[in-house]
């Protein structure tokens, strides 16, 4: 028989299978099971009464829908009748709203979608049992298969400690309301009560109906004294708040408490022959809006590996290969949602263009050239008010030029670079934090417009300091030749201690460098979330501290300053991200000209798409609060991404690195890189 079952995809034995929970996980794996060949028993145990649920309106992406139709054209085809659809995403900010089209959504309500899937499966003859919870699995005793799909607070999940979940609670308040009026698109809306900022998503869903869901932070909550205001006092906080834009449309309740989301991640999805989809597996934030499409998406693949597989456990490792990947890559971009939410008040500052792109780009899954290519009105709309907040530093600027973000310039100190590109040596703690390979130099140099705003030199790949007079300026006039480019010498305190500084802000000056950035890395090198805290972590930040006024009270006028400092980070509640605000604060108010953040403590540091969000999420923190310019490296490097970066505000310069210094010496009678010491 195995031999068989080998040959024959699919079982041979018809399965009894039970689905703890009628949500659209539950549903859409028990339509499927009996879809695929009719062979299997499959009962669904669903602890409401059928069509009694919670919320209010979903959305659904284009890849949702084209998993449900791969999978089941009929559902497909009626959801496609129930759904509402637009395709614009608009942000509110104050007065100003901005409207970025090429984003098509569908949307129905939570209600609809669970009566087309149930009617499905009665049409498949799947045994429903509405009204019925599973508080034991011993009750299921009789089935060769446990689906868990009962959601977030998992019953099953629960019952068996092999899944090994991680549940972790966040900063936010959400409250599910619908508004009695139909917003024409996705609309992002930032409203501020006192101090505190709110944020509502808001999308259409059916006639004259859209939902509303509102964000804050727990402090906020509490200080509007919505924690004693039960259900109709929320209702009327938030349409008091959201006025302006409800225009006198109602707010209505379903089951609308004010919740706190909690992030489900599970070591394992299958143990026997119990198998979790759905929430019950892994959850993601509201801000993001894709659970349910992550939901039915598991439903398919895991009918799928029961199809193509010898046996259950083959086919859940299987399924669990297969979805997890997807699972985790959505969990990072919901993270990374969350906590611009949680964040709201450090982005708003930046103006309805930056704010917009923040938003738009705030998980990565979007970057400039994507938000382009769906809206070229958009984004020349974002430029032209780029452009227009530059020219307010930069004199001059001819606006009837069209510039992508990374060709914009920016004044720093008395200088003034070209673009936002500043080339770094190879080498650089970008390279050492991330081992990537050279980025795409031709491309960049393409989207720097030629040549990049700035070069970033490390004194140590100069002559040594004795000799610096004439081989350093040879050096920079040979540099300038080449790049037409600012230039930027480096130095390092534990090379130029204390009492030299002063000397080498002059040498630089002399040497013709526009600005000296002194690399405080080593002194904070254990600065991160885990490593080094409290009393040592903040007196090495009072030493770094010291470094940069010495270097500060030193530099002649003509010279910018900048500081090179670690962000190591995840979030910017953590410590780490809040002595980075501080020293930026300082570098301001002492005079300094840019902030070059680093990106994390050192190579110790795994590379993963959620550092790179982290890193991105807390520099825009310390640059929005600090006031203070900043420059950031990341290992991808795509002029997608660089634009993505400047337009959002997320940093001023983007820090590049090419592994090829031949780049800026070639030709050249010495190799810089050669003459380290
Ligand atoms: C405010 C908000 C907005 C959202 N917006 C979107 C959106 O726009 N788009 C999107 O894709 N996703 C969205 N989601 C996420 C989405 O609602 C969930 O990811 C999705 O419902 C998960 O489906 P599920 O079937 O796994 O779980 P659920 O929908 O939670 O279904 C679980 C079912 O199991 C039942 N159950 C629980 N315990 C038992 C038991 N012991 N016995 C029997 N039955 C039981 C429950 O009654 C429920 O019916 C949103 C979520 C929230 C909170």
């Not at 195995?2 to 339509?31: H, K």
């Not at 300053?561 to 570098?587: E, N, Y």
């Not at 970066?645 to 780049?663: K, M, N, R, W, Y």
């Amino acid at each position: 028989v195995y031999a068989l079952e080998r040959q024959t995809p699919g079982f041979l034995r018809a399965l009894r299978v039970a689905v703890v929970g009628g949500g659209p996980a539950g549903l859409f794996c028990a339509a499927l099971l009996r879809q695929s060949g009719g062979r299997h028993q499959v009962t669904v145990y669903e602890r409401n009464p059928a069509l009694e649920t919670y919320g209010w309106g979903l959305v659904l992406s284009e890849s949702a829908l084209e998993a449900v139709r791969a999978a089941d054209p009929p559902t497909h085809a009626r959801l496609v009748e129930a759904r509402v659809t637009f395709d614009a995403i608009e942000v509110r900010v104050g007065p100003e709203a901005m409207r970025a089209g090429g984003h098509p959504y569908s949307a129905l309500s939570r209600h609809r979608l669970l009566a087309i899937l149930q009617h499905r499966c009665a049409e498949l003859g799947v045994d429903c049992r509405y009204g019925t919870r599973v508080d034991d699995l011993a009750d299921l005793a009789g089935a060769d298969v446990v689906v868990g799909a009962d959601g977030i607070n998992s019953r099953v999940r629960g019952r068996i400690p092999a899944f090994r979940p991680h549940l972790e609670g966040d900063e936010l308040r959400y409250v599910w309301l619908a508004a009695e009026r139909r917003f024409e698109a996705m609309s992002i809306i930032a409203r501020q009560s006192g101090e505190d900022w709110f944020q509502a998503h808001v999308y259409p869903f059916d006639q004259g109906l859209s939902t509303f869901v509102v964000f804050c932070r727990e402090e906020a909550w509490r200080r509007a004294g919505l924690d004693g205001a039960g259900e109709a006092g929320s209702i009327d906080f938030c349409q008091r708040l959201f006025a302006a834009d409800l225009e006198g449309a109602r707010l209505l309740a379903n089951g609308s408490r004010w919740r706190v989301f909690r992030t489900v991640r599970c070591a394992s999805w299958h143990h026997g022959n119990t198998v979790l989809v759905g929430d019950a597996a892994h959850t993601l934030h509201p801000t993001i809006g894709s659970g349910t499409k992550l939901a039915l998406e598991d439903a398919a693949a895991l009918v799928q590996a029961l199809d193509d597989s010898p046996g259950p456990e083959a086919a859940f490792a299987r399924y669990e290969v297969g979805r997890k990947r997807a699972a985790d890559s959505y969990q990072a971009a919901a993270a990374a949602s969350r906590e611009f939410c949680a964040h709201l008040g450090s982005y708003v500052g930046a103006g309805t263009a930056q704010f917009a792109l923040q938003l738009l780009t705030r998980s990565q899954r979007l970057d400039y050239d994507d938000l382009r290519r769906r809206d070229p009105d958009f984004i020349r709309a974002v430029e032209r008010r780029l452009a227009k907040d530059v020219a307010r530093s930069v004199p001059g600027l001819d606006l009837s030029v069209e510039r992508t973000p990374v060709r914009l310039p920016l004044r720093l100190g008395r200088h003034t670079l070209a673009n936002r590109l500043v080339l770094t040596p190879p080498g650089t703690w970008a390279r050492a934090a991330f081992g990537t390979a050279a980025p795409a130099r031709d491309e960049l140099r393409r989207a720097a417009g030629g040549c990049p705003g700035a070069v970033l030199v490390d004194a140590a790949t100069l002559p040594p300091a004795h000799a610096a007079g004439r081989p350093w300026r040879e050096a920079v006039e040979r540099l300038r030749r080449r790049t037409g480019a600012a230039l930027i010498l480096r130095i390092r305190p534990d090379r130029w201690p204390a009492g030299e500084l002063a000397h080498a802000a002059r040498l630089a000056a002399a040497a013709g460098f526009e600005v000296v950035e002194v690399d405080l890395s080593p002194q904070l090198a254990d600065a991160r979330p885990d490593g080094v805290r409290g009393q040592e972590l903040e007196e090495r930040w009072e030493r770094a501290e010291a470094v940069i006024r010495t270097l500060l009270a030193a530099a002649p006028d003509s010279l910018a300053v900048s500081a090179a400092v670690p962000c190591p980070g995840r979030s910017p509640d953590d410590d780490a991200v809040k002595a980075v605000t501080r020293f930026a604060s300082m570098l301001r108010a002492g005079g300094g000209d840019l902030l070059h953040l680093l990106p994390g403590p050192g190579p110790d540091r795994p590379a993963s798409a959620l550092d790179h969000l982290a890193l991105t999420r807390c520099a825009a923190h310390v640059r929005n609060q600090g006031r203070l310019p900043t420059m950031l490296g990341l290992d991808r490097q795509t002029p997608g991404v660089l634009n993505a970066i400047i337009a959002s505000g997320q940093a001023d310069l983007c820090a590049v690195t090419s592994c090829e210094p031949a780049f800026w010496t070639e030709g050249a009678d010495y190799t810089v890189s050669d003459r380290r010491p």
